[in-house]
């Protein structure tokens, strides 16, 4: 009986630990997965796959409008009643018979009445070349919609890179005080028995306590640190999730120049494509416009019959002669927004060049210092041993051992932010050089 309950009870423990081995894994997030879902709930991007769909159907309706006929069906009633005063009295008449001497409307407005229904077609003609200025304009306005998603995840990326490796950060100084908290416990069980032995003081032994008490404290504020950057990264990913959760260690590298054209300057030439777009449809007002007109139904005074129904047809044309020069005005100021284009452009080629040269040279100053570090951080750790064998041996004393402890915990902490800034500066350079 008491093997079944034994069993069963490392049955159920062994259960459980495979259980919340799967919570942690479950619970484990890598890069890629906060970009991916930063692209997906991004409004921006979005917003700019709606607009190339509002362009398409926006052609659409403009072939519609150029290519087929307008179809119109239109109904009149007209009545025009008088008040007749011939023979010496005054009597309405809801249609008159031919009054001489009456109040109202003149007999030729209306003749007594109206009655007319008509269904009208409007069929614009030659209008070929105008819908290929407007598709040629749908095309632009889409490869925008395009450029902006490309531009939009590209910073997207960038941003989620950046709040990740200051959750990253975070995590590394957390990991740190923690190694501290676990060594210097193991010296404290080594300081009680010195202490027992009266080879050390029960002051000595409350200093390294002291100390891991510190340790203790800034763990938890490396824990709380990391979990706010943590709710910050779900926030800019909008990831609708509040739990804790473990994330990977990540090394960017640097993407070197292999590009023959940045794509931020696919912006500029795209503007000003629509610019040049945006003035030739302006112009289209100014090209002689024709349209086939024609009507069919019934025109007719007093009772409506069989024998006024009837048709028509002809052309209409129309040609903007003058319009106050507004066609000189409006090309003056695409002008204007095409210089102003081009100057933004230049700017923003300077500005191009230099945030990339500034990125490089950090970078390159960065990784002198970390390896200057690393090598100080080699020293310290063989430092650390020989204190240790030492403080076993009582041969110094607690407030040197903690002052080491200390220096090292602070270089190591130098090493931490020195490589995040190495990551952060890449991912600048990554971002400029795209």
């Known amino acids: 009986m008491v093997l079944k309950k034994l069993i069963m009870k490392f049955y159920i423990t062994t259960l459980f630990i495979l259980l919340n081995i799967e919570v942690i894994k479950a619970q484990t997030r890598n890069l890629s997965y906060f970009v991916e879902q930063a692209k997906i709930n991004s409004p921006l991007i979005n917003k700019s796959k709606n607009a190339s769909t509002v362009a398409e159907l926006d052609l659409k ?45 003149d007999l030729s407005y209306a003749d007594g009445g109206r009655y007319e229904t008509f269904v009208s077609v409007r069929q614009p003609l030659f209008t070929g070349s105008v819908y290929e200025n407007f598709a040629k304009k749908a095309e632009i306005t889409k490869q925008i919609n395009e450029n902006s998603i490309t531009l939009t995840q590209h910073e997207l990326e960038q941003l989620v890179n950046h709040q990740y490796i200051l959750c990253l950060k975070a995590k590394k100084q957390s990991e740190i005080s923690l190694e501290l908290v676990k060594e210097l416990k193991e010296q404290l069980q080594i300081m009680k ?17 002291i100390e891991l008490q510190n340790y ?63 003035q ?5 007002k100014y090209k002689p416009q024709l349209n086939l007109l024609a009507n069919t139904g019934l025109s007719a005074i007093y009772t409506p019959s069989l024998n006024r129904l009837g048709f028509s047809t002809g ?9 106050g020069n507004q066609r000189t005005i409006q090309r003056e100021k695409t002008n204007i927004n095409l210089k102003s284009l081009e100057f933004e452009k230049q700017n923003f080629i300077t500005r191009y060049d230099i945030q990339k040269s500034k990125y ?75």
């Open 61 to 105: 309706q403009i072939k519609s409008i150029l290519s087929k006929p307008v179809v119109n069906l239109e109904a009149n009633v007209l009545f025009a009643p008088i008040i007749s005063h011939d023979n010496n009295s005054n009597h309405f008449e809801f249609v008159s018979s031919g009054a001489t001497n009456y109040s109202g409307y």
């Open 193 to 209: 028995n010195l202490v027992k032995n009266a080879i050390y003081e029960q002051t000595d032994l409350m200093l390294l306590r």
């Open 216 to 278: 203790e404290n800034e763990n938890l504020s490396n824990q709380a640190e990391y979990k706010n950057n943590l709710y910050g990264l779900n926030l800019l990913c909008g990831i609708n999730d509040t739990n804790f959760v473990e994330i990977q260690d990540v090394n960017f590298e640097l993407k070197y120049d292999k590009i023959n054209h940045s794509q931020f300057l696919t912006a500029f030439k795209l503007d000003s494509l629509s610019l040049t777009a945006d």
């Open 280 to 284: 030739i449809l302006f112009e289209q």
């Open 315 to 323: 052309l209409s044309f129309t040609w903007n002669i003058f319009d």
């Open 360 to 434: 490089l040279n950090n970078i390159n100053s960065v990784n002198q210092q970390i390896n200057a570090l690393n090598k100080q951080l080699i020293d310290y750790r063989q430092l650390l041993e020989i204190y240790k064998l030492k403080l076993s041996q009582a041969q110094i004393s607690i407030m040197d051992f903690k002052n080491l402890i200390k220096e090292i915990a602070l270089k190591k902490q130098e090493n931490v932010i020195l490589n995040m800034e190495k990551q952060a500066l890449i991912n600048s350079y990554n971002y400029w050089n795209f």
